[in-house]
């Protein structure tokens, strides 16, 4: 019994969310990261708590050594200083034993010394000044050598030859003490940053300088964290705590390149620089102004609301099926006032109803310049639609707002082609290369190429490119632009060489992580840090591990996607091919399916998933009087988070969109990928999420596809078109209502992946010759067998997004894949090694021929192929089994 309430407590809200779609709008605000009480909490797992003790005891242990009260906060300076000299000494000690009781001691130093005080704000003011002292004698440095040792022997042949099996909490104590407390001065010192703390100015300064710069052994700390990522996935450290890893990787990534400010003045620098306009609308600040639509209503919540709402205002259920419908029912009249302010001048009768607008009204827009919506200025209502306001407005027409959220932007390739097909059809020629002449064209023309014109958006992107194919076409003559190293600039040169291995390891944790993962004995075990010695017995133990559990891997979703975005983002700035390069990895890796395969779950209430404690995080689980944990205590933590939503799975989802957009934005062939994998029902469902930032994202991926998907899904659709049209920006003749686009054509999609490869691969060659090289021939190979099971589609893409088994069996990649009835299914591919072929892709994928073919792969078609002796001498044999034999249905190819 007491353990169904307990249950029940967590489940409530998240029951009642589909209920109620049309719930409030979320307040929640999209930053870098959550508050630093919160990022520093899900530091910890709650089966650490026995561990707090065990710093405090050591500390003790060390202060009776020396001599000194165990008290920190009444030693002086002098002496606290003296006290960290020797710990840092004792730390370079051969004793294992010893060494890690100085690292638990320094850990509870920076954890606050809480045991020392009695409130939240004395502990997190304890932890900002030891952080400082701790960072300026040498702490970080001395961990980092600690963290290195800890990786050298846990990839040691003697460590590596011995299985280890059921990997528990324990096996990772060491790591897990260095780990935390590097990532506690990693995240103070970057909150003090942020806050722009005068004694935190030259630390941070100091500090950025320390993580951007390579450490005594050559590595960058995020490559090293990398490094320990892929280690992780090959099974060559299954102990590894990754929730940790991965959030330091975050927290250092974030600090060494920049958060979202930072990117936003580089990236006016950069254009302002390249002699190009500075940016003044960012989609953070629109979507603030932005309102959330309500989601579209399927035929079973239609039915629902009928059958609860009977009795009600019937005009109040057909305003429900509207996508962008209005955050409050205007409309829901009292019984005793039932006719609309305006029913009496539509020539309807007293109530209202009127024949023309009865299911129509006029949806109040926000103006993101003033922030106020035109449900607040009058409108002259020249179609006497029926209001149903309570009041009615004040007429003045002059104030109507009738401006979209963003402003229209052209390319210049949209003014090329618009001149294009207006010459053809007016004159009967084209004229290549001329961006100006208008002789012989109509005046109309001439306006729509001068409206165009003025709203042609030249990104930092086109001029990159532009330069890029200067270079190509005249590498002798053309002078290239200095290398500038920036943050960013280093740290892709120092990922370049293992960069696809990167990128799959981070999306098999990713995947691991996914609630719609299922688990299989042989995929990576990310419950490692989490998992006690000792299973629980009662039910409030094991309903603890369970949310802990489902906490876990909300974090490291959360920090994973980050990583991944903010990579992606910084590098798109610094060159447009460094992202081509980085974007290309992760789709070979299969990130598409795996996104889509994230969201085909009930995202309502993923968002509003409870699984925290506050009462077990840190640091209210050790400071003050604690109680004890019974079925009160858990419903007394689920109701102090009074927020309708989990900040973590919101930004979670957020960047996952993000991602996606990034992924695929004018990349038809990607496209084609959504609308394969029947993307659009999945995305539709995410609408029910009413948050503005993340429908915008939304929307933009079926704005992509709408000219793929047929005229009937558009006319059955019409209220998400509508959304899109309000909400999303506007390119001026971009035709994806309507699917005429020329660009929609699928045999043009061989040469665009293939000409993007090529030009990234030429771009690589030339900067990076030798990373290049790595890269290109077995320098995925390397790094203690990091890819010993690098394949990840067989957990992506081993069925349909939906979850369907493949009818293949084997869950080959997803450009094999094909639409059957059930669903969709990838096609195998044999491994290239059966024919005596050595090697592989950068993305250690196994492809099918088609691939090849889709794709290109200008890096592989280069290189030298040894045949087996084997193959030539039956190679006759081979020509009249595989070639002359083969029926080939072209049809079906």
């Not at 010695?533 to 591990?545: D, R, V």
Request: aromatic share 8%; proline share 4%; charged share 20%.
């Amino acid at each position: 019994m007491m353990f169904s309430s307990i249950n029940n407590s967590f489940e409530q809200d998240t029951h009642d969310t589909d209920g109620n779609c049309d719930g409030p709008d979320l307040d929640f605000v999209y930053a870098d990261v959550d508050t630093y009480q919160n990022e520093i909490a899900e530091l910890y797992s709650y089966t650490e708590f026995s561990e707090f003790q065990q710093n405090v005891k050591a500390f003790e242990d060390q202060m009776d050594m020396y001599n000194l009260p165990p008290n920190w906060q009444k030693l002086d300076t002098s002496s606290q200083r003296g006290i960290i000299m020797k710990l840092i000494d004792q730390l370079e000690v051969s004793n294992r034993q010893f060494r890690m009781q100085a690292a638990r001691c320094i850990l509870y130093l920076a954890q606050g010394c809480w045991a020392e005080i009695q409130s939240d704000e004395e502990q997190q003011q304890n932890t900002r000044d030891n952080v400082i002292v701790l960072y300026e004698l040498g702490i970080f440095s001395s961990f980092l050598d600690l963290l290195n040792m800890e990786i050298e022997s846990a990839c040691s042949p003697d460590i590596v030859a011995v299985k280890i099996t059921n990997v528990t909490l324990g096996d990772s104590a060491d790591l897990r003490v260095i780990l935390s407390v590097l990532y506690i001065i990693t995240e103070t010192i970057r909150d003090e940053k942020e806050k722009g703390s005068e004694d935190y100015r030259k630390i941070a300064e100091a500090f950025v300088q320390e993580i951007n710069s390579p450490l005594p052994d050559g590595e960058l700390l995020a490559v090293k964290l990398l490094g320990m990522i892929t280690r992780f996935c090959s099974g060559a450290a299954p102990h590894f705590p990754m929730k940790k890893v991965v959030l330091l990787l975050w927290k250092i990534s974030l600090l060494g390149l920049g958060g979202m400010e930072v990117l936003k003045n580089l990236k006016n620098e950069y254009r302002i620089k390249a002699g190009l306009s500075p940016v003044t609308e960012d989609t953070l600040e629109v979507t603030k102004t932005m309102r959330a639509s309500s989601p579209p209503v399927t035929a079973a919540d239609y039915l629902d609301n009928q059958n609860l709402k009977r009795n009600a205002f019937r005009r109040s259920l057909m305003k429900q099926r509207f996508l962008d419908e209005q955050e409050q029912m205007d409309m829901e009249l009292t019984p005793g006032n039932e006719s609309a302010p305006n029913g009496g001048n539509n020539g309807s009768g007293g109530n209202g109803t009127g024949q023309n607008g009865e299911d129509e009204y006029y949806r109040p827009f926000e103006d993101p310049s003033t922030g106020a919506s035109s449900s607040t200025i009058t409108t002259a209502n020249p179609n006497n639609l029926p209001c149903y306001n309570a009041q009615p407005p004040v007429v003045q027409p002059t104030q109507m707002t009738t401006c979209l959220p963003w402003t229209p932007k052209v390319r210049q390739k949209d003014i090329d082609q618009f001149l294009d097909i207006s010459r053809n059809k007016f004159i009967g020629y084209s004229l290549i290369d001329d961006h100006e002449s208008l002789a012989g064209l109509p005046q109309p023309i001439h306006e729509g190429v001068q409206t165009l014109k003025r709203h042609m958006y030249i990104s930092l992107a086109d001029i990159q490119i532009k330069k890029e194919e200067e270079i190509a076409r005249n590498p002798i003559s053309t002078q290239e632009d200095e290398v500038v190293l920036t943050p960013a600039e280093i740290l892709y040169q120092a990922i370049l060489p293992n960069l696809p291995q990167y990128m799959i390891a981070l999306l098999k944790v990713l995947l691991a992580a996914s609630p719609t993962s299922k688990s299989k004995t042989e995929s990576i075990n990310i419950m490692a840090d989490v998992l006690p010695k000792k299973m629980p017995l009662t039910a409030t133990q094991s309903t603890k591990l369970t949310v802990d559990m489902g906490r876990h891997k909300e974090i490291i979703v959360k920090a994973v996607s980050a990583i991944i975005l903010l990579y992606l983002k910084h590098f798109k700035l610094n060159h447009i091919y460094q992202f081509e390069f980085m974007s290309q990895h992760l789709v070979f890796a299969n990130c598409i399916p795996l996104v889509l395969k994230f969201f085909n779950q009930n995202i309502t209430e993923y968002v509003s998933m409870k699984n925290t404690i506050p009462l077990l995080d840190f640091p209210s689980c050790v400071i003050g009087e604690q109680p004890d944990l019974s079925a009160e205590s858990f419903v007394f933590s689920a109701d102090v988070t009074d927020k309708p939503y989990s900040w973590r799975n919101v930004f979670s989802c957020i960047n996952l969109l993000r991602t996606l957009n990034k992924l695929i934005k004018w990349k038809h062939s990607r496209v084609m990928m959504l609308v394969v994998f029947k993307s659009a029902p999945i995305l539709k469902k995410t609408l029910k999420v009413r948050h503005a930032m993340m429908q915008l994202y939304v929307l933009k991926l079926l704005k992509m596809q709408t000219k793929y998907l047929g005229r009937q899904w558009r006319k059955s659709n019409m209220k998400t078109m509508s959304a899109i049209y309000s909400k999303v920006r506007h390119r001026l003749n971009d035709d994806w209502a309507f699917g005429n686009d020329l660009e929609s054509r699928p045999w043009d999609f061989q040469a665009e992946e293939c000409t993007l490869r090529a030009c990234v691969d030429r771009f690589n060659l030339r900067r990076y010759p030798e990373a290049t090289q790595k890269c290109g021939s077995g320098g995925n190979n390397g790094n203690a067998g990091n890819n010993t099971e690098n394949s990840t589609s067989g957990n992506i893409a081993g069925g349909n997004v939906d979850g369907n088994v493949a009818s293949n069996g084997g869950g080959g990649g997803i450009y094999g894949a094909a639409n059957t009835g059930n669903g969709i299914t990838a096609g195998v591919g044999g491994q290239l090694q059966d024919y005596g072929i050595e090697g592989g892709f950068p993305s250690d994928e196994i492809l099918t021929h088609s691939d090849f073919a889709f794709f290109g792969h200008s890096g592989w078609w280069d290189r030298k192929v040894e045949l087996t002796d084997y193959f030539k001498a039956n190679y006759t044999t081979w020509l009249e089994e595989e070639v002359y034999n083969n029926q080939t249905d072209w049809d079906a190819l």
